[in-house]
């Protein structure tokens, strides 16, 4: 685990909080999704920053679990009728994916900063 002058900064709380993996300070994101391109507080590069779908696929795998589980429990126990699972699941799925998405991008934002992942390949033929 590197340590900075800036100290030891979790890559799970700074990415939950949205703020730079180095410092834990500045802003991570300048809108919802969109990661600013340095940090505000200690001025860290972030335009080689990805998560690529990473987030999005994590969130599908946890939510989806969640749900379908939940979904079969109260199908069997409570036998409800087909509407009030669409009532129940889709604002769950909804609001889940969108609350979950920019913490989850976050922290593997934070991760790969801690990791040291790049980008860079080099091609040798």
């Known amino acids: 685990m590197p340590q900075t002058e800036y100290g030891h900064v979790s890559p799970f709380l700074a990415g939950l909080r949205g703020r730079c993996p180095r410092c834990g300070k500045g802003k991570l994101f300048n809108g919802y999704l969109t990661v600013a391109p340095s940090c505000t507080e200690c001025g860290l590069d972030f335009s080689r920053v990805d998560s690529g779908d990473g ?3 994590f969130i599908i795998l946890f939510l989806g679990f969640v749900v379908v ?3 079969l429990w109260v199908e069997v126990v409570y036998q409800p009728p087909y509407w009030l699972h669409l009532v129940l699941w889709l604002p769950l799925i909804l ?3 969108l609350g979950l998405l920019r913490p989850f991008k ?3 934002i934070g991760l790969q900063y801690r990791h040291k992942a790049t980008q860079d390949i080099e091609l040798h033929e």
Request: hydrophobic share 65%; no cysteine.
């Open 55 to 57: 987030p999005a696929v």
């Open 106 to 108: 976050g922290v593997l």
């Open 69 to 71: 589980a939940l979904a």
């Open 95 to 97: 609001f889940g994916s």
